[in-house]
């Protein structure tokens, strides 16, 4: 099967992204595969809707290194395809990303992604799904019991009454926004003002009780079809270990990697997540966890796979493409008759 996979730019690819993994993975099952960014889809006057797609020209890289310098190089080849040449889209973009300097891109993904379901492409996760999870006002559509107390607001008065409220501290984020930033862990009130003004350039802000375990990190967990991501006993999960200091454990921004215990209670959290992702058909999904707290259910571009794989000797990369081909059987064997949103989980 050919997979494409929707990325904010090529150039901004690494080597530790998932995403690169997947498509590594893809590669090593005999799948093609191919890299869409937000300016490259095509609807034409005929209805028909076409991708301008990154290939790799004859080759099959084994090493992340090797494919993105491939995918950037030479090696790279620009082919213009029907959808209908593509079983799936898998949306790995983050529209954070984009929202300040190409707001243009932000609705890329999930709007084409429902013209591509439409004509009949298995998209994950689904975009009308996404389309829901487009901010953190969809977390607040979790159960109260598994989310921190939470207040969303842009008046600097109600943020500062929850303050006060919250004596053991807050942490303030934007609403709109990924990977740590504008990030802050708020002791008092007498703090508010500068970081007031810095988080709040970009919209509405979220003002959450600080969690003292949060010191230790959080974990982050793989959901895949709803359910903890798993193999022979092993977790796709590790715990993100922030640097002295800083209240981000993002990876990239200044988190350690470190092997972590899924505990029944854990479990009990994913589960209790489990219906409302099944319903908006997302399929793979990241929870970063702090004690009996969800911090954020990552559903866009959920990362840590190569970290796993450091620490536990599995890839799990694996099980998502086979995840993904026993989806595309189903799909020819019913021929397209189950909704993607629901084929997304099965």
């Known amino acids: 099967m050919r997979i494409a996979f929707f990325v904010n730019s090529i150039e901004g690819e690494a080597p530790y992204y998932t995403t690169t993994w997947l498509a590594l993975a893809a590669l090593a099952r005999g799948h093609e595969v191919c890299y869409v960014t937000p300016g490259d889809f095509v609807l034409r006057p005929d209805d028909s809707l076409l991708i301008r797609a990154t290939t790799l020209k004859g080759t099959k890289p084994k090493k992340p290194e090797t494919l993105l310098t491939a995918l950037k190089g030479e090696q790279a080849k620009i082919s213009t395809l029907d959808l209908h040449e593509v079983q799936v889209l898998f949306l790995r973009n983050d529209p954070s990303e984009d929202a300040d300097t190409r707001p243009w891109a932000v609705y890329v993904g999930t709007n084409f992604g429902r013209l591509a379901a439409a004509r009949g492409v ?3 996760n689904d975009p009308d799904g996404l389309s829901l999870a487009q901010n953190k ?3 607040q559509e ?8 939470s207040l969303i607001s842009r008046s600097i008065e109600e943020i500062r009454s929850f303050i006060e409220d919250h004596p053991g501290g807050a942490i303030l984020k934007p609403l709109q926004g990924s990977g740590g930033k504008n990030v802050f862990k708020i002791n008092s009130k007498d703090d508010l003002n500068q970081i007031f003004e810095v988080a709040s350039g970009g919209g509405y802000l979220i003002a959450q009780n600080y969690i003292p375990d949060a010191v230790a990190g959080d974990i982050r967990l793989f959901l895949l079809n709803g359910r903890p991501l798993e193999r022979d006993g092993v977790y796709a999960a590790f715990r993100r270990v922030p ?8 990876m990239h921004v200044s988190g350690t990697p470190e092997a972590a215990t899924v505990t029944p209670e854990i479990l009990e959290i994913a589960e209790r997540l489990r219906p409302k ?3 908006d058909g997302m399929f793979l999904v990241g929870l970063d966890i702090v004690g009996d707290k969800v911090l954020e ?3 866009f571009t959920p990362g840590g796979l190569p970290e796993i794989a ?4 599995v890839d799990f990369s694996e099980d998502i493409m086979i995840a993904l081909e026993n989806k595309v059987r189903i799909q020819e064997l019913y021929r397209g008759a189950i909704p993607n949103r629901t084929l997304a989980v099965l």
């Open 297 to 299: 259910a990552n559903v």
């Open 277 to 279: 992702l099944i319903e």
């Open 137 to 139: 006002l969809y977390f």
């Open 310 to 313: 450091a620490l536990h000797g």
């Open 243 to 250: 640097a002295e200091g800083d209240v981000r454990s993002n």
């Open 122 to 124: 298995l998209v994950v």
């Open 142 to 149: 979790f159960p109260e019991i598994i989310r921190p107390t």
